[in-house]
Structures are given as C-alpha cells and as structure tokens.
C-alpha cells in the first residue's frame, strides 16, 4: 500500500516561500506524476500542480509565477516551494498519487498558516 | 478555463435515503470526471473514476453516471458513515474540482 507523508514548518512569514517535502513509501516516485492540492480551512480544494519523475512539471495558472516543484526519486520523495506567500495561502496542503486523470492515494495533509 | 458547479451545496438526508448530487461542467468533458469523499479532518478518498467506475473496496452503494457537462453522484442507501463533503473533478483541462457537497444525516 503506498503511503504519503507530507513534512516541513507549519508556519510561513509573510512574502517568504513555504516549503514541503512528501515522502513516498510502500512505492517508488518512478513511473508516476505527483501532485499538490491545497485546502484553506473551510474551503474547497485547489490543485497546485503536479510533477513526473522525470521532473517534468504542470502547474495551475493562477499559481505558477510563485510555485516550483522538484523530485528526488533517490529519496522517494517530491517538494513544493511556493513564493510570496500572503494569508490566502493559508491552507491545508495535501501530496497524492496522480494517475494522469484521478489522485489514488494521498498524505495526510498539513496545515500552513501565514503570518504577517 | 472550466467551472465545475456541484448541488445542492449542503443536503441532509435520512438513513436508508437515496441520495443524488450533480455535477455540471462548463463546457463538454466527455467522461473526464471523478467523486471523491472527505470526511472531516482527513483526506479526500477516491470513489468514482472516469465517471461511473467504482474504485476498489468502495461500497456498491455508491455510483456515478454521466458525460459531457452533466453528471450524477448517487448513494443508493445512506449509510451513518457516508456523513461527508463531495466533490466532483474534472481533469479534461488540468485539474479542477467543483465547490463540494456537505451531507448530512436528518
């Protein structure tokens, strides 16, 4: 069973980047996209990107002045950097599986909140 | 860019209920769309894929059906755990997900 984990600081200053890493286990990275979802509290969910393997990546227009995505398939694992970040960032951030159509598994998720 | 549009946005039903929820897209997706359940707190779970396919060891009370810019999300008996938000998402362009669906036991 594939398990994701996301990880990094659950609290951002504002117009500084925030940063996560999801670790993949029961699995490999290779041979799949991996995607970002986001969640503010009380609010629908919000696809950010995703990233292949290979490195290739697609990221949601309104975001992609501000998001990098990186994989490392040494360590299992894939990351998000968005930039600038304001309140509206504030969310719950969720990895997944994405099967080029449907997310099959997901993290848990993790709350980032931004502070001014 | 495609809008995705749920309803009703919140739904209490009884147990037992046959519940329906639709999903309309903005412009033609053929069969390009999946339901997912979240519960509170917790991740959103994949129920239905490519419209009406049921994904693995979900319950065969749930079904979809659908294609083009309308389609349906149904739970042919309402079970207490069903309780959850539903969303739809299309994938014909990127990705998008419509605004979700609150469910509630009467």
């Known amino acids: 069973q594939v398990q994701l984990q996301e990880s990094g600081p659950g609290l951002v200053k504002s117009s500084e980047t925030l940063s996560l890493t999801c670790t993949v286990s029961?699995?490999?990275?290779?041979?799949?996209?991996w995607t970002w979802i986001r969640q503010p509290p009380g609010k629908g969910l919000e696809w950010i990107g995703y990233?292949?393997?290979?490195?290739?990546?697609n990221y949601n227009p309104s975001l992609k002045s501000r998001v990098t995505m990186s994989v490392d398939t040494s360590k299992n694992q894939f990351s998000l950097k968005l930039s600038s970040v304001t309140a509206a960032d504030t969310a719950v951030y969720y990895c997944?599986?994405?099967?080029?159509?449907?997310?099959?598994?997901w993290g848990q998720g993790t709350l980032v909140t931004v502070s001014s | 860019d495609i809008q995705m549009t749920q309803s009703p946005s919140s739904l209490s039903a009884s147990v037992g209920d046959r519940v329906t929820i639709t999903c309309q897209a903005s412009q033609d997706i053929s069969n390009y769309l999946n339901w997912y359940q979240q519960k509170p707190g917790k991740a959103p779970k994949l129920l239905i894929y490519d419209a009406s396919n049921l994904e693995t060891g979900v319950p065969s009370r749930f079904s979809g059906s659908g294609s083009g810019t309308d389609f349906t999300f149904t739970i042919s008996s309402l079970q207490p755990e069903d309780i959850a938000t539903y969303y739809c998402?299309?994938?014909?362009?990127?990705?998008?997900f419509g605004q979700g669906t609150k469910l509630e036991i009467k």
């Open positions: 997944a599986r994405d099967r080029s159509s449907h997310f099959d598994f």
């Open positions: 990233i292949y393997y290979s490195g290739t990546t």
């Open positions: 029961g699995g490999s990275v290779s041979g799949y996209y």
């Open positions: 998402q299309e994938y014909d362009n990127l990705y998008t």
